[in-house]
């Protein structure tokens, strides 16, 4: 059973900083690529950022890029989000989530874009 469970969420000032964990279990991590998306209220799914399959490609959205780091430990079937310089529009429910599609890269899985399991979020509220 896919299991991936966020934590480090919580309640940051505008310009600070947190980082987000995702551990992963049922499958073998480091055969997949793996999302971070985040859902403000009242707003559609956000990508966010994409970890390749292969331990070193990356890829994120415009509105985080230079502030938000994706990485991943494969040792620990975890992959984290670095979230620095926060704003108060990246007040949402962080998901991180797992490819459909085995050993894609960063560039692949951002192009089309496919996920079946996510976690249950962790909460990251910007504000002063």
């Known amino acids: 059973e896919v299991q991936l469970v966020e934590s480090g969420g919580g309640l940051v000032q505008p310009g600070g900083s947190l980082r987000l964990s995702c551990a992963a279990s049922?499958?073998?991590?480091?055969?997949?690529?793996m999302y971070w998306i985040r859902q403000a209220p009242g707003k559609e799914l956000e990508w966010v950022s994409v970890?390749?399959?292969?331990?070193?490609?990356?890829y994120s959205s415009d509105s985080v890029k230079g502030r938000f780091t994706i990485s991943r430990d494969n040792a620990k079937n975890t992959v984290y989000l670095q979230l620095n310089s926060l704003k108060t529009e990246d007040t949402a429910m962080y998901y991180c989530?797992?490819?459909?599609?085995?050993?894609?890269?960063?560039?692949?899985?951002?192009?089309?874009?496919?996920?079946?399991?996510r976690g249950q979020g962790t909460q990251v509220t910007v504000s002063s």
């Open positions: 989530a797992k490819d459909n599609f085995i050993g894609r890269s960063a560039v692949n899985a951002w192009s089309s874009k496919a996920y079946k399991y």
């Open positions: 049922g499958f073998t991590f480091y055969n997949y690529a």
């Open positions: 970890s390749g399959s292969d331990g070193r490609s990356t």
